[in-house]
């Protein structure tokens, strides 16, 4: 009398019968997850384009690149934000190479807790797994904020390059500023999190959008040869408001027609 294996008698298939029917070259994981059930399937529907926007647009379209342009103009001007932008290229690359050799050692379904516990060994692996999920966590909440109120600040900010002054100022000192800096902020938060539930089958569509958007205002922004003075007509119905009006920190130049570099 013969007897069945353990997967044979739970789910009434046998390995033999599964290796028969897998194609020619399939490991022995794949194996034994056929012989429970699993059928190893790997689908991957995002081209290049798509895979590329899904991790760099998420973090420069909404707010990066607005984050850029006001905090580095104001505090260093173009010379300095060229000189950082390089660096900051050669750093970039080395964090990709690194994540690029580790992903390929530990292909996981996971995130990058896991990838650092099997870093640091069997002695600091839990220790370093815990904190690197905290600040993960941590880190991606508070994105959610700085990536909605980055680019509610560059805007506001325009209205002073534009020669719209802001009742009593674009000061965080402000209440009127605060509370308006809110509500823009809150508005660009929502955008955000809507795109989060679109249908699955849109997702391909709104990365190539994405980067299309993106490719569009870096070339604006770089040739400034227009901008939609219409947003901020608005302004001029509180701009007699404000008597005492404020001179900005930082003015920069203006031609007609738009901003240039210097």
């Known amino acids: 009398m013969s007897t069945k294996s353990d997967s044979e008698s ?17 490991s022995n994981d794949a194996v034994d997850l056929e012989a429970i059930g699993y059928k190893p399937v790997l689908t991957r529907p995002f081209g290049l384009i798509e895979s590329f926007a899904s991790s760099f647009c998420a973090m420069n379209f909404i707010g990066v690149t607005r984050t850029l342009l006001y905090i580095g103009l104001a505090t260093g001007g173009p010379a300095a934000m060229w000189s950082s932008s390089l660096i900051h290229i050669v750093g970039s690359t080395i964090t990709a190479a690194v994540l690029a050799e580790i992903c390929s050692a530990l292909p996981l379904s996971g995130s990058i807790y896991i990838w650092a516990s099997e870093a640091a060994g069997a002695a600091y692996g839990r220790l370093a797994g815990f904190m690197v999920a905290w600040w993960a966590c941590t880190a ?9 109120q980055a680019p509610a600040q560059f805007l506001l900010s325009l209205m002073t390059i534009f020669d719209y002054d802001f009742p009593s100022g674009l000061d965080a000192s402000s209440t009127t500023y605060r509370g308006v800096l809110f509500a823009v902020s809150l508005g660009c938060m929502w955008i955000a999190l809507g795109l989060n ?9 709104t990365f190539r ?3 299309a958007l993106l490719l569009i205002d870096f070339f604006l922004l770089s040739t400034s040869s227009y901008f939609p003075r219409v947003f901020f007509d608005w302004t001029k119905k509180v701009h007699d408001l404000a008597p005492n009006r404020r001179q900005p920190l930082v003015r920069l130049p203006l031609r007609k027609g738009g901003l240039h570099w210097t």
């Open 10 to 26: 739970e789910h009434g298939v046998g390995k033999e019968q599964v290796v028969a029917n897998l194609p020619a070259g399939i």
């Open 140 to 148: 991606w909440i508070s994105f959610v904020a700085s990536n909605s």
């Open 197 to 205: 539930y679109l249908p699955p089958k849109w997702f391909a569509m």
């Open 209 to 211: 959008v994405t980067v």
